[in-house]
């Protein structure tokens, strides 16, 4: 199994640009988590889908942010516009159920001069 | 009050030495729990799951306190491979984490 793929690992942007960060989870998971990781903040859950649906969307900071899943195998983080402060690691993960334990990708790091 | 607060440390210790942490969780109704591992730029990985009073697992135990809402992670005869930063998070449809408790093992 190849676990939870996350690209890219990098990203160097300018303040103002758009970010797009993608995720492909685990084979047959049917949640998907991504969180943002800041010195300051520690891990931040952002948002949850289960089955694909979009189910607590309460931990985005602000309407730059959106998150979709258009299928079971595939998705994506954006923030439009980009600012510093968004500067973190970012981390997607997925489990299979409820009680199943949670495996995260390798992260992406974002810098936003 | 934050759904997980844990000591931020660091604890720094020598080899050989026991450490031990809690965190606090405010669902009063939660009824398992992850403690996870994240070494220094990676990602978080499964250390134990608890899902009764407690759980052991090797050199490794952790223990639920559920009067006072709180599960704590020991470390026995540490070694400098265990230095990293320790995550709680109560299991649920929404697995929120603690900021994380760092521990240093020092030769």
């Known amino acids: 199994d190849a676990g939870v793929i996350q690209s890219p690992r990098h990203e160097v942007t300018e303040m103002g640009q758009e970010v797009t960060l993608r995720c492909k989870p685990i084979?047959?998971?049917?949640?998907l988590f991504w969180y943002r990781q800041t010195m300051m903040r520690g891990l931040e859950l952002l948002i949850y889908?289960?089955?694909?649906?979009?189910?607590?969307d309460s931990g985005m900071p602000e309407d730059r942010f959106s998150a979709k899943m258009p299928n079971a195998s595939f998705s994506t983080l954006k923030i439009q516009p980009s600012e510093p402060r968004d500067s973190a690691v970012y981390f997607c993960?997925?489990?299979?159920?409820?009680?199943?334990?949670?495996?995260f990708g390798s992260g992406t790091q974002l810098s936003v001069l | 009050r934050k759904e997980v607060e844990q000591d931020p440390g660091p604890f720094n210790v020598p080899e050989g030495a026991t450490v031990a942490f809690n965190c606090t969780y405010s669902?009063?109704?939660?009824?398992?729990f992850f403690w996870y591992r994240q070494d220094c730029r990676k990602e978080p990985k499964l250390l134990m799951s608890?899902?009764?009073s407690g759980n052991e697992d090797g050199r490794f135990t952790a223990q639920l306190n559920r009067a006072s809402q709180y599960i704590s992670l020991l470390i026995r005869d540490s070694k400098l491979s265990d230095s990293a930063t320790y995550l709680c998070?109560?299991?649920?449809?929404?697995?929120?984490f603690g900021a994380g408790t760092t521990v240093t093992v020092r030769a």
């Open positions: 608890v899902y009764s």
């Open positions: 993960a997925s489990r299979g159920g409820v009680r199943e334990k949670l495996f």
């Open positions: 889908f289960n089955n694909n649906v979009p189910i607590d």
């Open positions: 669902n009063s109704a939660s009824q398992s």
């Open positions: 084979s047959g998971h049917n949640s």
């Open positions: 998070a109560p299991n649920g449809n929404k697995l929120s």
